[in-house]
């Protein structure tokens, strides 16, 4: 019997595992990217494995603050107003997606995909000798104000009714937990389930290691543009090394995957939520948790390179230049409740990301409703770290025929048509 095979595009989390997973079922697999393993949007992110945070990023009561974050150039939200035309569509759909009934149903599918990222992870990163990468201490919550404790009572109620705790700390508490923190902190609460990686980059680089030892093949290069034979993919042209024979294909592209599934007649609605990271590897306070702030979003993790801040949201296109003023902000941000941190020096790192956003903070997984050899594994938004494993076993599942632990409905491609 032949071996099948799969080329998968896109060397981040999602991608990696497809291919790992794939290979567990059978398939000989090449991955093609520009980038090595984990030096896209992989490489920069928080490191959270937040499987706990099941309500989408956007709901009715966050809306309420967007005004004012526009107001702030450097806030925790911006969209550059040259490209306000462009991105107003997507918007308005991320609007409709925030109404109760909506919310009520996205936070559902989230939750489904909660409930194998640990074991998902667990799978790729022990026969690849990385499992040590994985922290299992729970996020903390601070806030500075009872009020904004308040606020999100509804999110941690929808948390606790899906079997996520999310117990309350004082802050006295929460400086016996992590006592760098300041005396401004007043309350804080766990996240109910968000562990975090050490070092994002080398988990994508330990998986795909592991791919290559089980005889997968990593080609560095670009896709330039994809060729059809009937209802198939057969070929990928590639910038460098010129045409790749294809007989199935996963397109796990990240903040680039629509613009491959335009070249199939398909039009997905995915915008590029930019994010910036600083790391500090002299930082002046010790954590042993990453912990989040109430008033912005972002996390500050403690990694092996030192204490990466991450977060923000910027509309500005895939292309814009970085405003790496954003990445110096987050240490304005986390100063506010770690006193001690010290300012960025010379030798502290700054970095911008793409994140692939839907306007339903759902990912797309599935297969392709117009070639019947390709298959999709994109749009995660801030999640991709923590349901990148889960979505490579669901793909890998899907497209051998197996039963899913989950209904697979709220992620299917052609939900946008």
């Known amino acids: 019997m032949t071996q099948p095979s799969a080329t998968i595009i896109g060397a981040g989390i999602a991608g990696m595992s497809a291919a790992a997973f794939l290979q ?96 998902d992870f667990e799978t790729l990163l022990k026969p690849a000798g990385a499992a040590d990468l994985i922290r299992y201490q729970d996020t903390l919550r601070v806030y500075d104000s009872e009020a904004q404790y308040q606020a999100e009572a509804p999110e941690r109620a929808a948390k606790n009714a899906l079997g996520f705790a999310t117990p309350r700390l004082s802050g006295g508490e929460a400086r016996e937990l992590e006592p760098a923190l300041g005396p401004n902190v007043q309350c804080a609460a766990f996240h109910g389930g968000w562990y975090f990686v050490t070092n994002p980059e080398r988990v994508v680089k330990s998986i795909a290691a592991e791919v290559v030892r089980n005889g997968g093949t990593i080609i560095a290069d670009e896709v330039v543009s994809l060729s059809r034979e009937g209802a198939r993919v057969s070929h990928l042209l590639l910038k460098e090394t010129g045409l790749h024979q294809v007989e199935t294909l996963v397109i796990c592209a990240g903040a680039y995957s629509h613009l491959l599934a335009r070249q199939l007649g398909e039009d997905f609605p995915l915008e590029a939520e930019r994010g910036y990271h600083i790391v500090l590897p002299d930082p002046g306070v010790s954590l042993s948790r990453s912990i989040t702030y109430a008033r912005t979003p972002g996390a500050a993790t403690p990694m092996e390179m030192g204490l990466r801040l991450a977060g923000t949201d910027e509309f500005a296109g895939l292309d814009a230049p970085p405003d790496y003023r954003r990445a110096d902000a987050l240490w304005t941000h986390f100063k506010r409740v770690l006193p001690d941190l010290r300012a960025p020096g010379a030798d502290a790192t700054r970095w911008m990301g793409r994140r692939p956003g839907t306007p339903d903070s759902l990912p797309v997984i599935g297969r392709s409703g117009t070639a019947s050899n390709v298959w999709y594994g994109f749009g995660h938004g801030h999640m991709g770290l923590t349901w990148g494993p889960s979505t490579g076993r669901l793909l890998s599942e899907m497209m051998t025929g197996h039963n899913s632990n989950i209904d697979l409905t709220p992620f299917r491609p052609g939900r946008f048509a």
Do not use: Q
């Open 24 to 119: 567990r079922e059978g398939y000989r697999v090449t991955v093609i990217d520009r980038l090595p393993p984990g030096e896209g949007c992989s490489f920069g992110n928080a490191g959270g494995l937040a499987f706990a945070e099941v309500v989408p990023t956007v709901h009715a009561r966050m809306l309420l603050k967007v005004p004012g974050w526009l107001m702030d150039p450097l806030g925790p939200l911006t969209i550059r107003w040259s490209y306000l035309p462009k991105v107003l569509p997507w918007l308005m759909a991320l609007a409709r997606n925030s109404l109760p009934g909506r919310v009520k149903t996205i936070t559902a599918a989230r939750a489904d995909l909660a409930l194998r990222v640990i074991s």
